[in-house]
């Protein structure tokens, strides 16, 4: 069932989004060569603590952490730990925040250091794929214009896109319905309404889209070892087009 928000309900998930952009921002500066990944994770907990905001991730299905933090060839669900990022790095960091019952749900993908033109692209083309799909989130159109458009615009660019993870509803459930794939024909799928409020987060491989998981059952890495990046936001379907609230 899809959950449909008042705008009263969508403002609450402004509020929660609010917070985790800004946490993004200072992400930006944190992130930096000779930190561990266990450092940002630490370092979003208490951001949100300070914000009396809850990490919504933090003991779903068991999961131990306030983010996923994943680097280099790792898609998505990377545990924070040890690994110290070096220069030339990538790291994509997700979080879901909890604020007063409603959530809001991003992941950004930053650069460790000074790195390579290869990674700056993928980057750049992830990004961009986006908010192509941002663009297709409109009262009338349906899932599979989304998707198609993300598709369209990253295979364009030589880039795969991941098949095993995809966007979903959300609102006081980190999952809801419907689901949001980031490939596939265009006019298919939920016919989107105003009310509606989804995560749209395209993950881009320089290799081929196949994934494999490690044996701690959640880091999915890209099975052939290539780069992959994610961006993401949560946006709400309205009459006037999209809001993005998870803007930075």
């Not at 790095?89 to 019952?101: P, Y």
């Not at 998707?147 to 364009?156: L, T």
Request: proline share 4%.
């Amino acid at each position: 069932m899809i959950v449909i928000k008042t705008n009263e309900e969508i403002m609450k998930m402004k509020k929660a989004g609010e917070i985790l952009a800004a946490c993004h921002r200072e992400l930006r500066t944190f992130v930096r060569p000779g930190i561990t990944t266990k450092a940002i994770d630490d370092h979003v907990e208490q951001f949100l603590k300070e914000h009396g905001a809850i990490p919504e991730q933090k003991g779903y299905h068991g999961y131990p952490f306030a983010t996923c933090t994943s680097v280099n060839d790792v898609i998505c669900h990377g545990f924070p730990g040890q690994t110290v990022l070096t220069e030339g790095d990538i790291v994509t960091v997700d979080m879901v925040v909890n604020l007063d019952g409603w959530l809001a749900d991003s992941a950004w993908s930053y650069a460790v250091g000074q790195i390579s033109e290869t990674s700056q692209k993928l980057l750049d083309v992830t990004k961009e794929s986006l908010y192509k799909g941002i663009e297709q989130a409109v009262v009338g159109n349906r899932i599979g214009d989304i998707s198609h458009a993300i598709q369209v615009y990253a295979e364009a660019q030589g880039y795969s896109v991941v098949r095993d993870f995809i966007g979903h509803g959300i609102g006081q459930k980190m999952h809801e319905e419907p689901q949001v794939p980031h490939y596939g024909p265009p006019n298919r799928g939920t016919r989107l309404k105003a009310g509606m409020v989804l995560t749209i987060e395209p993950m881009l491989n320089t290799g081929k889209y196949h994934s494999k998981i490690d044996p701690d059952g959640w880091t999915a890495r890209t099975a052939d070892g290539g780069l992959s990046a994610q961006y993401e936001h949560t946006l709400a379907i309205t009459e006037d087009g999209p809001i993005i609230l998870t803007a930075q």
